[in-house]
């Protein structure tokens, strides 16, 4: 298996821009999870989807921040419009249930700078 | 609110030895924890997990230990190996408040020398 696909594996944007990353988890899982990474924070959880629906998105910062999981195989991160502070990595990973053993699978990340 | 804490964001040590990473939570709901570790651009993976019906869990080299009356977690890596320079993430979760959500602590980078 290819494992968690994300891209772009780099953004770099402008303030005001759209920003929308994108992701393919593991054929078979369903649980689709949006994470942020920052050196304050750490690993942030954002949303996370059950076959498709959202579950918990109550780590969405504001309302600039979109998900969408249109079918078991994509999922998108839309920001918009983007702000500096929105600078970090993004994680996207996907896990076959969503139990404390069900271990989640990350993606490389995508690196979004916005200037 | 960090509710999960790594409050060392760095850790040095020698080949050999042993690499003790520590991580402290506030929530009491949490009753299942875990270690992820990160190279660079890379996602995280994991690592260990252990239950909060146990102190103890171990796996090979890494064996991680529980304190709930200090709510304190730590991974223990002997012997540590170059290989294992990277990024270490502890994450917490409970199963009855928070479903699936896993909160994670800011890392660790933790550096092996030859």
């Known amino acids: 298996d290819a494992g968690v696909i994300q891209s772009p594996r780099h953004e770099v944007t402008e303030m005001g821009q759209e920003v929308t990353l994108r992701c393919k988890p593991i054929?078979?899982?369903?649980?689709l999870f949006w994470y942020r990474q920052t050196m304050m924070r750490g690993l942030e959880l954002l949303i996370y989807?059950?076959?498709?629906?959202?579950?918990?998105d109550s780590g969405m910062p504001e309302d600039r921040f979109s998900a969408k999981m249109p079918n078991a195989s994509f999922s998108t991160l839309k920001i918009q419009p983007s702000e500096p502070r929105d600078s970090a990595v993004y994680f996207c990973?996907?896990?076959f249930g969503g139990g404390h053993s069900d271990t989640q699978y990350f993606g490389p990340g995508t690196r979004l700078t916005v200037l | 609110d960090q509710q999960v804490k790594q409050n060392s964001p760095s850790l040095s040590v020698q080949e050999g030895r042993i690499s003790i990473l520590n991580c402290d939570y506030t929530?009491?709901?949490?009753?299942?924890f875990l270690w992820y570790k990160k190279y660079p651009a890379e996602g995280p993976t994991f690592l260990i997990s252990?239950?909060?019906?146990?102190d103890k869990n171990e796996d090979g080299r890494f064996t991680v230990f529980l304190n709930k009356s200090a709510k304190h977690l730590s991974l223990h890596i002997v012997p540590s190996q170059p290989g294992d320079s990277a990024v270490y993430f502890c994450?917490?979760?409970?199963?009855?408040?928070?479903?699936?959500?896993?909160?994670f602590g800011e890392g660790t980078q933790l550096t092996v020398n030859p």
């Open positions: 990973a996907s896990s």
């Open positions: 252990i239950s909060s019906i146990k």
């Open positions: 994450a917490a979760s409970a199963r009855q408040t928070s479903g699936s959500r896993l909160t």
């Open positions: 929530n009491s709901m949490f009753d299942y």
């Open positions: 054929s078979g899982h369903d649980y």
């Open positions: 989807f059950n076959n498709n629906v959202p579950i918990d």
